[in-house]
């Protein structure tokens, strides 16, 4: 089985390494992966410069462009065919509910989703502190049953474990649908050391809507492994028909 595999933090990042170790009980894991952090840059693709190919060492392959664009020199440049499989991550940090869109480990796995390969991506839930063994290990047999079963055309997983010392403090794997982040007054207006103001998104960290029952969010919250269905199709089928009734 050929595997590839990437992520948003980097080549160097400690959830990639874990990951990719874990992998190669599966078949043969070919690492292609940004050579510096390009977390939240979401599906970004890019096409207004030219793309740099560094191999490390062997299956072991650095690009200076977007999650996204490894995976295109991964598939296109480096193997000779399709991969059986693309895992993004052990993403340092959740990708959870209306964070999605933003996060370059989804993006890498929407990519794969595009090209029509089995797809996931992986992410811990902490923000320092991280234990990415039993991350890896919930990624390897989640990866051995999607290498098996396949997934639907343009159906990737998302899947978030929460941060715990051993694989035995996983309260169970649940299947669930994307939750909300509370998003609260994110910009911040400072003054640069030369008097010109400049503005720094992020501000204070809210937190997710836990309590929805279903939820990603609400599956981590009680320490259970959170695995969601994501499609490429961004289309609410749902209002499409009222939108019908619209006189557009
Ligand atoms: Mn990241």
Not at 36 to 60: F, I
Not at 186 to 201: F, N, S
Request: aromatic fraction near 6%; glycine fraction near 12%; charge should be negative.
């Amino acid at each position: 089985m050929l595997i590839l595999v990437s992520n948003d933090d980097g080549i160097g990042a400690a959830g990639l390494q874990a990951l990719a170790a874990a992998l190669a009980y599966l078949g043969r894991v070919v690492v292609v992966a940004p050579d510096r952090e390009r977390s939240a840059v979401g599906h970004a693709l890019t096409l207004h410069r030219p793309l740099r190919l560094t191999e490390l060492r062997p299956d072991w392959y650095a690009v200076d462009g977007t999650p996204t664009d490894c995976v295109h020199l991964g598939v296109h440049g480096i193997l000779d065919r399709l991969p059986d499989l693309l895992v993004a991550g052990i993403n340092h940090g959740p990708n959870l509910g209306d964070d999605l869109t933003y996060s370059g480990t989804v993006g890498v796995a929407l990519e794969g989703a595009l090209f029509g390969i089995p797809s996931l991506a992986v992410s811990l839930v902490a923000r320092e502190g991280f234990h990415f063994g039993p991350a890896a290990e919930v990624a390897r047999e989640l990866a051995a049953q999607v290498a098996e079963r396949g997934l639907p055309d343009g159906t990737l997983l998302n899947v978030n474990v929460p941060n715990v010392a051993r694989l035995d403090d996983l309260r169970g794997i649940r299947t669930t649908r994307q939750g909300r982040r509370r998003f609260g007054s994110g910009v911040e207006r400072k003054t640069d050391p030369r008097g010109r103001g400049y503005y720094w998104i992020g501000g204070e960290e809210l937190g997710y809507v836990a309590e929805d029952p279903g939820t990603d969010v609400e599956a981590v919250a009680h320490g259970r492994v959170s695995v969601t269905p994501v499609r490429t199709d961004l289309t609410d089928h749902g209002f499409l028909e009222a939108l019908r009734g619209w006189a557009l």
